[in-house]
Nanobody, 121 residues
């Protein structure tokens, strides 16, 4: 089971840190993908942190604004989002795969329930 949290309302230019906490699985053995879905749009990949802590970005616009990290003691993965823009507004999901990072959501075995991020003034 995964649980994403940390979303909320933030002004443009602000920051948020999302958390993905796990129970029943050990996240350090998984690659963790972050995805998002905006209203009326499909689910898209944000980035993925593999089990060696390498990060793969799925959106060029995020490489200098978003990053991911792990706290294995807490069995939690984080998505740090900086310089947020209104177009970042979406429900954000975390997902776990036992393989290397994949951009296709269908390749993930476990999903969190999503957390809403709204960027607005």
């Amino acid at each position: 089971q995964l649980q994403a949290s940390g979303g909320g309302l933030v002004q443009p230019g602000g920051s948020l840190r999302l958390s993905c906490a796990a129970s029943g699985i050990t996240l350090e053995s998984y690659s963790i993908g972050w995805f998002r879905q905006a209203p009326g749009k499909g689910r898209e990949g944000v980035l993925c942190i593999n089990w060696r802590d390498g990060i793969t970005y799925y959106q060029d616009s995020m490489t200098d604004r978003f990053t991911a990290s792990r706290d294995n003691a807490k069995n939690t993965v984080y998505l740090q989002m900086n310089s947020l823009k209104p177009e970042d507004t979406a429900v954000y999901y975390c997902a776990a795969t036992s393989t290397w990072c994949r951009q296709n959501p269908n390749d993930y075995d476990y999903w969190g329930q999503g957390t809403q991020v709204t960027v607005s003034s």
